[in-house]
């Protein structure tokens, strides 16, 4: 049983490109979602989805765009990237219904020159 | 819009001390989540707390929730130094449908021998 599989682990972007976090999950659950966590600032909601086909903002999302077309993948697509971008990404992941534990993957380091 | 406190954000504790991590948060919620963090690691979920009154230990940690107070506490008892990491809450608005989790900055615990 694999959890959350973010890939990659480490990135070192120029300013401009664009690139995808990819997240894939195992469990079948419904809910999935991107973080960032910032030095100071704990994790901060980027987007979410509650199934395929859904997806909607968190605090975030400028700068990022997501999509879910099916119910194990939820790859998020920094657009231009820009040195605020500079993050710690998690992603995660939980079935339906109250209370369910959450499970985050192990996290990708984006460093943007 | 949901804030969420901790406090302190760093504690240094000797080996054998008993202390007390704080989670405020400011609107209606009555589920409650706490993570762990070790330096460069994902997050690992230590309780979920789903009503007013409730009560989790697990091993030298114990988590409460007061939904009318708005508060949560993360008590530690008989600190060991395997317990250095951050230690985060997070809450979950309210709603129909609602997924957001907001997270506190976290609290970065030492236990000095």
């Known amino acids: 049983n694999a959890g959350v599989t973010q890939t990659p682990k480490f990135q070192v972007l120029k300013t401009g490109q664009s690139m995808t976090l990819q997240c894939a999950q195992d469990?079948?659950?419904?809910?999935m979602s991107w973080y960032r966590q910032d030095p100071g600032m704990g994790l901060r909601l980027i987007h979410y989805s509650v199934g395929a086909g859904i997806t909607d903002q968190g605090e975030v999302p400028n700068g990022y765009n997501v999509s879910r077309s099916t119910t194990e993948d939820f790859p998020l697509r920094l657009l231009s990237a820009a040195p605020s971008q500079t993050s710690v990404y998690f992603c995660a992941s939980r079935p339906q219904g109250a209370g369910n534990t959450i499970y985050f993957g192990e996290g990708s380091w984006l460093t943007v020159v | 819009e949901l804030k969420v406190e901790q406090n302190p954000l760093f504690l240094s504790m000797q080996e054998g001390k008993n202390y007390t991590i704080y989670c405020n948060y400011s609107t209606t919620s009555d589920r409650l989540y706490w993570y762990r963090q070790d330096p460069g690691k994902s997050l690992e979920s230590l309780f979920v707390?789903?009503?007013?009154?409730a009560v989790k230990q697990e091993g030298r940690l114990m988590a409460s929730l007061d939904t009318k107070a708005r508060l949560s506490t993360l008590h530690i008892t008989a600190a060991v130094h395997d317990l250095s990491a951050t230690y985060f809450c997070?809450?979950?608005?309210?709603?129909?449908?609602?997924?957001?989790?907001?997270f506190g900055k976290g609290t970065k615990l030492s236990v000095i021998p």
């Open positions: 469990m079948n659950h419904e809910y």
């Open positions: 707390l789903l009503s007013n009154g």
């Open positions: 997070a809450v979950d608005e309210s709603g129909a449908g609602s997924y957001q989790l907001t």
